[in-house]
């Protein structure tokens, strides 16, 4: 079974082709911030190198964010076309559990963290469990300050990893004493290995259940009525 | 606040394109105004300052038109024009991701931004309107226009000086 697994949430590229044997092709680029120019092309390459063709995928797995909107759409369309077009299943993994799975080896409590630009932060906290990691806190999205109050609550042994680990780096260590580390951005690698492990177990949905995670502020009506005139 | 008067479309692309030499890499300003007061034809003086040369086109049912600069300026690689006016809810507005647009290089110019401007962080904001007393047809493009230019934000206060200097002979 092929999973082609596609990661734009965060300023990084990453695609990546994978099954049983782990990853077999994988590519990334993480400057420029170019995603709709480069993830078609970056599908193409990894397939050819890895002298797969598309046909042979079984499974499509995209992050589904929290993370920027506009990497995340140019993914999530990408993904979905792929996937209808092979009439094949998509599985959506959040970029914060991507974070997180690269640390399941440690003991202490992982929190990614990703920039949600204008000084706020998405975040969630893992623990290592037999096989893997578990949320132990729920996804938030708030400036950093929160962050750094929830961990002083906690107040355990922390790794923090992510982009907004990176940004804040000064904010968070002066806040809370914790360890620094792991990935700035999360994988396509780690995408087609945790999917790999959910397609066993056929924990797969229809390309049009795959909804992207925003974590931002409610909805509401626009308030048109203070412009009449466009009525 | 500044308030010029724009006398023909010339003028109004100029006041653009000086508005445009003060323009940094992830700013938004925000075109208000009604139907046929000159918020494309601000966006078109505003592209030619940025030497596009693409034709500059209401965006109102694309959304968001995005033109790369020939000749990249302080960091500016692209110019989005984007329009909100089909927009109803917030969520199609956080959908559109104006702000991260910006950021990565970008000037956002946003038509209708006016309802939403809340959203926006520092910006600069411009009110188009007719000169009543233009006797030219209401949505001729040739037309005498007042414009008003607010700046929100601390980076808009230290440009201030420099964009009323520069605007000074459309001063009204």
Request: with cysteine; proline share 4%.
């Amino acid at each position: 079974m092929l999973i082609l697994g596609i990661e734009t949430a965060t300023e990084r590229v990453s695609v990546s082709v994978g099954g049983h044997e782990g990853v077999i092709g994988l590519f990334e680029v993480t400057k420029g911030r170019r995603h709709a120019e480069t993830l078609v092309p970056a599908i193409d390459f990894v397939c050819k190198r890895a002298g797969i063709e598309l046909s042979e995928i079984s499974v499509v797995a995209v992050d589904v964010g929290p993370g920027l909107f506009t990497g995340m759409r140019v993914g999530l369309s990408a993904a979905k076309a792929i996937a209808q077009a092979l009439s094949v299943p998509m599985i959506g993994i959040s970029s914060l559990d991507l974070l997180a799975f690269p640390c399941r080896h440690t003991d202490r409590v992982v929190v990614p963290v990703i920039d949600a630009r204008k000084g706020e932060v998405f975040y969630a906290m893992y623990r290592q469990v037999p096989g893997g990691i578990q949320q132990v806190a729920e996804p938030a999205v708030g400036p950093v300050e929160d962050l750094v109050a929830d961990l002083m609550a906690r107040s355990q042994d922390v790794l923090v990893v992510g982009d907004g680990a990176v940004r804040y780096r000064e904010e968070i260590l002066e806040g809370f004493h914790c360890e620094m580390g792991g990935d700035a951005h999360p994988s396509a690698g780690q995408l087609v290995q945790l999917a790999h492990a959910r397609a066993l177990r056929e924990e797969w949905v229809q390309p049009r259940e795959i909804e992207p995670v925003y974590l931002r502020a409610p909805d509401a009506k626009i308030n048109w009525a203070t412009r009449a005139a466009r009525t | 606040m500044l308030h010029l008067r724009a006398a023909s479309i010339n003028d109004t692309h100029a006041i653009a394109g000086a508005i445009a030499q003060l323009v940094r890499a992830g700013d938004i300003v925000v075109l208000a105004g009604e139907m046929g007061a000159g918020k494309t034809a601000f966006a078109q003086g505003f592209g030619t300052a940025f030497d596009i040369d693409e034709p500059i086109t209401s965006p109102t049912f694309t959304l968001v038109h995005s033109y790369d600069l020939p000749r990249p300026a302080r960091g500016i690689r692209t110019m989005h024009h984007a329009d909100v006016y089909r927009l109803e809810r917030t969520a199609e507005l956080a959908d559109l991701a104006l702000g991260e647009l910006a950021e990565f290089g970008g000037v956002v110019l946003v038509e209708w931004g006016d309802v939403v401007e809340g959203t926006f962080g520092d910006h600069l904001t411009v009110m188009l309107d007719q000169d009543p007393d233009d006797e030219a047809d209401e949505l001729a493009l040739d037309r005498a226009r007042f414009i008003e230019v607010a700046g929100t934000g601390a980076s808009w206060a230290g440009r201030w000086d420099r964009l009323k200097t520069s605007l000074e002979r459309f001063a009204c």
